[in-house]
């Protein structure tokens, strides 16, 4: 597959450049910082741009199979999330390429919740992740709203860093999961495999999906 990741430079990002490399794809790696074009593997295709500029979109996205978007706004720009989401919809509606976003785990409901969701659970979002939230769950809403609905959108579990690539992961479509502990959790290159498995699978294209242990 031919695929261009946002964000390649961030956590996520990163993760997701050199999962999709080891699987034999032609990766496209995008940053806004032509500083960190050194961070990027030698097999990629290192390329600057800005997720929020349309025309970089396109730009990018032209011939290419799927577009990744792992980025994150700093904080108190956390509203930019659904500007990052109508670039992205609005770019790809032209080009005709798949989008998959990587979001937040706000829009998710809760086990044994009766569907209470996320966002409103503050033993998940305590006050100080507040406003990431909301932001996650707008730019969720935002693509269900979108004329283009060629995009799956992936929710980390509730917490997310780095770890081990175990391969020892489950998915669901909308629910957030959570170990044996009660404790919902992935490490960032195990949630890159997830992604990469959406990549080639598109199993839940106009849907929520998330994985964790």
Not at 109 to 129: H, Q, R
Not at 176 to 205: C, M, P, R
Request: net charge negative; with cysteine.
């Amino acid at each position: 597959m031919r695929i261009t990741v946002f964000g390649a430079t961030g956590n996520i990002g990163q993760a997701v450049v050199n999962e999709a490399i080891s699987r034999g794809h032609q990766v496209t790696a995008v940053t806004r910082d032509l500083r960190k074009v050194s961070q990027l593997p030698a097999q990629a295709h290192a390329q600057v741009g800005d997720v929020n500029n349309v025309q970089d979109v396109i730009r990018l996205s032209k011939a290419q199979d799927l577009v990744i978007s792992a980025t994150r706004p700093t904080a108190g720009q956390e509203k930019q999330l659904v500007d990052i989401a109508e670039s992205l919809l609005t770019g790809l509606h032209e080009t005709h390429t798949r989008l998959l976003l990587v979001g937040g785990a706000a829009c998710l409901t809760v086990p044994s919740s009766n569907g209470g969701l996320v966002l409103d659970d503050t033993s998940l979002v305590p006050l100080a992740w507040k406003a990431i939230a909301q932001a996650c769950f707008e730019q969720y809403q935002h693509c269900k709203a979108h004329s283009n609905q060629n995009w799956s959108y992936a929710s980390p579990s509730a917490l997310i860093g780095d770890g081990e690539r175990t391969g020892q992961f489950r998915v669901s479509e909308g629910e957030l999961l959570v170990d044996n502990t009660g404790k919902s959790h992935i490490s960032w290159q195990d949630f890159a495999i997830a992604l990469v498995d959406e990549a080639e699978s598109a199993s839940y294209v106009g849907k929520v999906f998330t994985a964790g242990y």
